[in-house]
Each structure stands twice: as structure tokens, then as C-alpha cells.
């Protein structure tokens, strides 16, 4: 299978920072990789696929970077709706894998 | 607009078993394949199993941990996905989602493009 590692685990930040959230995959996923968002006790929702091609209705300041096993996601400039939990996900192979989720608070 | 509604969770003892139900509408569910994804309390994402539509043969994947004790189907003619879930353990625990496959990638080895609310599933004697 493969493994994928979120860092950091949390991240603390304010308004208007710019936030970087990598993942890391235990083998080449070529660009086979999505982000979400999850806020508390709702559903993930597709941020990011093909590790930088934005979903349609996701604003502009989430954007997504990388290739075969070292990722990113960049919050250009946090905004308040922005404090949640990121997952990422490898969809090169199954089993589909995600990482463990980086957790974005208010400092 | 798209809508997953899971139901079918709740509290069960060790060894019994549920039926997780996904309710979909405002696509053709036919066309999709749908995926099983769960998350413990407080923990990370785990996809549990899919199902391909049927111009793929309706075939079927399952985590190693969910083999053999669960079942996904589909039924076309309903907008329904299940779960069957069976020989329950405490570590299954957990919220269960729906989710919808990305259209055009293929086999189904892709990403969720929606999902459902969840239904929790809690195993305790």
C-alpha cells in the first residue's frame, strides 16, 4: 500500500498568512493526488485533483503543487472560513490512501 | 444539484451486523462508480470500498481490513449504494460516508468529488 504523511500535523495561523501543508507518498504517484477540506462535523469537500487543478467553485488563493512523491497545498492568504482539517489522497493505486490530515487553527 | 444521503448506522453489539444505505440524486447514478469512505473518532480518512458502474462491470474493491466481512452493491434502477457490514468489530467504528467518483477516471481509482453527510456506526457491547 501506499503511505502518504502530512506535515504538520497542526498549524497555527491568523488572518491572512500564507499557509503551506505538504504530503508526502512512500512511492511515485505520478500527479494522482487530491486535497480536501473538512470542517467539524461536516463532510470532506474536493479542493484540489491532479495535484494542482482546481476544483470548480474553490477560490483562488488554495492552490496545489507537485509531482511523484513531495506535495503541496498553499493558502495564499487565510481567510476565516479557512480554519479546518486538510487531507490528502493518493489515487495512483488501491488501496486508496489518505494522509494523516493537518489540522489549521486560529493562533 | 448532487446529494448523497447515507443511512443505516447506529448502535450495535460486536459480531452483529448493518446495512448502510446511500440514497443519491441529481446525477445519473448509473454512470458513476461509488466508493465507502469511514472516519474513526477523531482520526484520518479510511476508504473502506468501491464499486464500479457497470460499464466497468460493476466490479468490486475492499480495504484488507474490511474483506470478507463487508459488501458493497448498487442498485441502478433505485439510486442506491449499500454496505453490508457484518462480523462487526469495536475498530470499526466510525462515521461512514458516501462518495461519488470522479466521472471519466476510469477503473474508479480516482478521487470523491461529493459526499455524503455519514452515518456513525458504533460497535460496543
Known amino acids: 500500500d501506499i503511505q502518504m504523511t502530512q506535515s504538520p500535523s497542526t498549524l497555527s495561523a491568523s488572518v491572512g498568512d500564507r499557509v503551506t501543508i505538504t504530503c508526502r507518498a512512500s512511492?511515485?504517484?505520478?500527479?494522482?493526488l487530491a486535497w480536501y477540506q473538512q470542517k467539524p462535523g461536516k463532510a470532506p469537500t474536493l479542493l484540489i485533483y491532479?495535484?494542482?487543478s482546481l476544483e470548480s467553485g474553490v477560490p483562488s488563493r488554495f492552490s496545489g503543487s507537485g509531482s511523484g512523491t513531495e506535495f503541496t497545498l498553499t493558502i495564499s492568504s487565510l481567510h476565516p472560513d479557512d480554519f479546518a482539517t486538510y487531507h490528502c489522497?493518493?489515487?495512483?493505486?488501491?488501496?486508496?490512501?489518505f494522509g494523516g490530515g493537518t489540522k489549521v487553527e486560529i493562533k | 444539484e448532487v446529494q448523497l444521503v447515507e443511512s443505516g448506522g447506529g448502535l450495535v453489539q460486536p459480531g452483529r451486523s448493518l446495512r448502510l444505505s446511500c440514497t443519491a440524486s441529481?446525477?445519473?447514478?448509473?454512470?458513476?462508480?461509488m466508493n465507502w469512505v469511514r472516519q474513526a473518532p477523531g482520526k484520518g480518512l479510511e476508504w473502506v470500498a468501491l464499486?464500479?458502474?457497470?460499464?466497468?462491470?460493476?466490479?468490486?474493491e475492499y480495504a484488507a481490513s474490511v474483506k470478507g466481512r463487508f459488501s458493497i452493491t448498487r442498485d441502478d434502477s433505485k439510486n442506491f449504494a449499500y454496505l453490508q457490514v457484518n462480523s462487526l468489530k469495536t475498530e470499526d467504528t466510525a462515521v461512514y460516508y458516501c462518495?461519488?467518483?470522479?466521472?471519466?477516471?476510469?477503473?474508479?481509482?480516482?478521487?470523491?468529488?461529493?459526499w455524503g453527510q455519514g452515518t456513525l456506526v458504533t460497535v460496543s457491547s
Open positions: 464499486i464500479r458502474s457497470k460499464a466497468y462491470g460493476g466490479t468490486t
Open positions: 491532479g495535484a494542482s
Open positions: 462518495t461519488r467518483v470522479r466521472l471519466g477516471c476510469g477503473g474508479g481509482s480516482c478521487y470523491s468529488d461529493s
Open positions: 512511492q511515485s504517484i505520478s500527479k494522482w
Open positions: 441529481g446525477f445519473s447514478f448509473g454512470d458513476y462508480a
Open positions: 489522497q493518493q489515487y495512483d493505486a488501491l488501496p486508496l490512501t
